[in-house]
């Protein structure tokens, strides 16, 4: 029981975290979408650099990829505390049917590698080169999100 109880706090944490990145985010759209904004157009990476071709300098574009980006976390969120709520319910039940309650959770944490390990890491920190501006550069805290929902993620779906 104690296994099972630590994965539901697990759980717990991720599902917390992302509603209120959601929240924020809804909240206060501004700040993340000017963050969006310098980072599709790469005006803070390196002088002269030469994929510049690359950037996005369009406001439709910029609002188009962070509306996915919360209606995804959204999802994600609502994934997370499915599974929350049903591994609660099934907490007691037998092996078959906790490792069963657990699909809501690997959906929701496999979404949060997909965001945070593809869309910030490798479209954002690679493709428009985030990692090259000293002020706009969250790969460190989608580094985190993604280290955090993979564990998780090995975690909950290790069978009992």
């Known amino acids: 029981m104690a296994l099972r109880i ?12 992302i509603t209120v990145v ?5 909240v206060d759209y501004n700040s993340n979408y000017v963050f969006i904004s310098h980072v599709m157009s790469m005006d803070t990476t ?4 030469a994929l510049m071709s690359r950037s996005v300098t369009s406001s439709f574009w910029w609002n188009f990829c962070y509306i996915l980006v919360i209606i ?7 994934l ?18 906790f490792n069963d309650s657990k699909k809501f959770a690997i959906y929701g944490l496999t979404l949060g590698l997909i965001l945070f390990g593809f869309v910030f890491i490798t479209i954002a920190g690679e493709w428009f080169l985030m990692w090259q501006s000293k002020q706009w550069n969250a ?21 009992d």
């Open 139 to 159: 790969v460190e805290p989608s580094l985190k999100m993604f280290i955090m929902s993979g564990v998780a993620l090995i975690f909950i779906s290790s069978k």
């Open 22 to 26: 959601v929240w924020n985010n809804l």
């Open 46 to 49: 390196f002088p002269d650099n």
């Open 6 to 17: 630590s994965k539901i706090a697990v759980l717990f944490v991720i599902a917390a975290n």
């Open 80 to 97: 997370c505390w499915i599974g929350f709520v049903k591994l609660i319910k099934n907490r007691k039940q037998n092996f078959d049917v």
């Open 72 to 78: 995804t976390e959204i999802i994600m969120a609502i």
